[in-house]
């Protein structure tokens, strides 16, 4: 069966960086896509991004665009997002996903990462 | 980008059936899925593709949608239903592909 795991907790400084992983298993790594969402406490869900592993193409929602990296390694079937110049805004827990389907339901989760961003 | 909403809160009694709208400009014609979400817990797929529920979902949870709303149905509802429920509207070809709701916290009274 599919199975996300994601990295621990993170407390980071405003102004740094955070990366979070993302272990795959249970299928083929590079014929899904990862999606990465977050939601901020007491929030919704924010669609962040989405990488294709086996072409490598990356889409962000605009607001992270620059400030976002997601990257795979297929060798080891994980996925990793980098946030930079945190500030207290991103505090929140991060998901990623994966997608099934032509039209991206959202089938399989991690169990998510929190990341708090205080000084 | 493509703009979904959902009403804070609706409340329902036990047994009875609860409705969760989900607005968008002519939504019906877009792919529509549906999760839930408790407390601490990850979201969890329960209707994908307007009305189709994943395996282990049960059938008191079904979808459908039509012209600029969609619609979660639960019938029966039970106490374990109480969560909060996003729609995630697939809009494909766009620069934001996944858009989620705001999410509508279910209450069973």
């Known amino acids: 069966q599919v199975h996300l795991v994601q990295s621990g907790a993170e407390v980071k400084k405003p102004g740094t960086s955070v990366k979070i992983s993302c272990k795959a298993s249970?299928?083929?790594?590079?014929?899904?896509?990862i999606v990465w969402v977050r939601q901020a406490p007491g929030q919704g869900l924010e669609w962040m991004g989405m990488?294709?592993?086996?072409?490598?193409?990356?889409s962000f929602a605009e607001k992270f665009e620059g400030r976002m990296t997601m990257a795979t390694d297929p060798s080891t079937s994980t996925a990793h997002m980098e946030l930079r110049s945190l500030t207290s805004a991103d505090t929140a827990t991060y998901y990623c996903?994966?997608?099934?389907?032509?039209?991206?339901?959202?089938?399989?989760w991690g169990q998510g990462s929190h990341v708090t961003v205080s000084s | 980008s493509y703009v979904v909403t959902q009403p804070p809160s609706v409340s329902v009694a036990p047994g009875q059936t609860a409705r969760i709208p989900c607005g968008g400009s002519?939504?019906?014609?877009?792919?529509v899925h549906w999760y839930y979400q408790r407390p601490g817990q990850a979201p969890v797929l329960v209707v994908y593709?307007?009305?189709d529920r994943p395996s282990g979902i049960p059938e008191r949870f079904s979808g459908s949608s039509s012209g600029d709303t969609a619609t979660l149905t639960i019938s029966r509802v039970e106490a374990g239903d109480e969560a909060n429920f996003y729609c995630?509207?697939?809009?494909?070809?766009?620069?934001?592909?996944?858009?989620f709701g705001g999410g509508t916290k279910l209450t069973v009274l």
């Open positions: 996903s994966r997608p099934t389907g032509g039209t991206f339901r959202l089938e399989f």
């Open positions: 249970g299928y083929t790594f590079l014929r899904y896509y």
């Open positions: 990488m294709n592993p086996r072409a490598g193409s990356l």
């Open positions: 002519d939504i019906g014609s877009k792919s």
């Open positions: 593709d307007g009305g």
């Open positions: 995630q509207v697939w809009d494909y070809g766009t620069f934001h592909p996944v858009v």
